[in-house]
């Protein structure tokens, strides 16, 4: 897919930029820009795509995304409980914002470490992410010297976090050209984020994109790194593991609400995707 150049501002007194986000899904469609971007959840819930990476988000968790990494989020409709807390709070900065140079300095190494990484984009989870959250506080609660030293410690303590994750797969490289508009992968997008729970058959998505079928199948492919299938499982596997942490469903409501029509291909491709089967994803979420 070809994502959207983002264009960042910063205020003149600021070297980067942070604001809380009060609205669920002011990005939510697939771009990218040069400064990384580091987001926390603080309300609702969804699914998000990172690179060639598909996974649900909630509350609490943290991700780090590095520069020109193609992404996402797209939260769940419905009402929420507190309506005056952010859905998020969003930290955008160049590697260069430090000063040049800064990154390469000997007592910079772990923050180098991290920006590296970031390049495949980094989850912290939820039941790991508190301290990392206090320092972003700090950055919207503080201003001048104090505010550069809240982001230091925020790296810092990513860096020395043993729950982060990378994201992308290590192969994935992002096609990119602001030239080109990003209203046709989104539009597919939407279509199936609406309607993954139905059949959705390959006529249908490619229709909503304008393109015959083998046409789809070859863009669809050459943007995304996976076929439209791949990616479709995904996502409902995606809603799979959201109804698993979520719901008091049995594993066969969940396959089917989840949009798999076979029970026993639903267990194959949710162990393939996850690495456990629904039983055992379900132990090791309740067990943390």
């Keep these: 897919m070809k994502p959207a150049l983002l264009k960042v501002p910063t205020r003149e007194i600021h070297s980067f930029s942070a604001r809380r986000d009060m609205l669920p899904n002011i990005n939510s469609s697939w771009h990218y820009h040069e400064e990384l971007e580091l987001i926390w959840f603080q309300k609702g819930q969804g699914?998000?795509?990172?690179?060639?990476?598909?996974?649900?988000f909630s509350k609490g968790g943290i991700v780090l995304v590095g520069s020109n990494l193609p992404h996402f989020w797209r939260y769940e409709s419905g009402s929420e409980e507190d309506s005056q807390a952010p859905y998020s709070t969003v930290i955008h900065f160049k590697e260069t914002c430090l000063g040049g140079g800064f990154l390469d300095i000997p007592e910079a190494a772990a923050l180098r470490g991290v920006v590296q990484r970031a390049r495949r984009g980094l989850h912290v989870p939820e039941h790991s992410s508190a301290a990392i959250a206090a320092e972003i506080t700090q950055i919207m609660e503080t201003d001048g010297i104090e505010r550069i030293i809240a982001l230091l410690r925020c790296l810092a303590k990513l860096s020395a976090n043993p729950d982060v994750t990378e994201l992308a797969s290590p192969g994935f490289s992002p096609d990119l050209d602001p030239r080109t508009g990003s209203d046709r992968i989104n539009r597919?997008?939407?279509?199936?984020?609406?309607?993954?729970?139905?059949?959705?058959?390959?006529?249908?998505?490619?229709?909503?994109?304008?393109?015959?079928?083998?046409?789809?199948?070859?863009?669809?492919?050459?943007?995304?790194?996976?076929?439209?299938?791949?990616?479709?499982?995904?996502?409902?596997?995606?809603?799979?593991?959201?109804?698993?942490?979520?719901?008091?469903?049995?594993?066969?409501?969940?396959?089917?609400?989840?949009?798999?029509?076979?029970?026993?291909?639903?267990?194959?491709?949710?162990?393939?995707?996850?690495?456990?089967?629904?039983?055992?994803?379900?132990?090791?979420?309740?067990?943390?």
């Design 47 to 56: 699914m998000q795509f990172v690179g060639d990476d598909i996974r649900p």
């Design 188 to 288: 597919v997008f939407d279509h199936i984020f609406r309607n993954f729970r139905d059949t959705l058959p390959l006529a249908e998505v490619a229709g909503i994109a304008a393109m015959s079928e083998n046409s789809f199948c070859r863009y669809f492919k050459s943007k995304t790194g996976k076929t439209y299938l791949q990616f479709l499982s995904e996502v409902r596997v995606g809603a799979a593991c959201k109804l698993l942490m979520e719901s008091r469903l049995s594993i066969k409501e969940i396959c089917f609400d989840s949009g798999f029509s076979d029970y026993t291909s639903f267990h194959r491709i949710f162990k393939k995707h996850t690495g456990k089967t629904p039983q055992q994803y379900c132990r090791s979420v309740f067990a943390e």
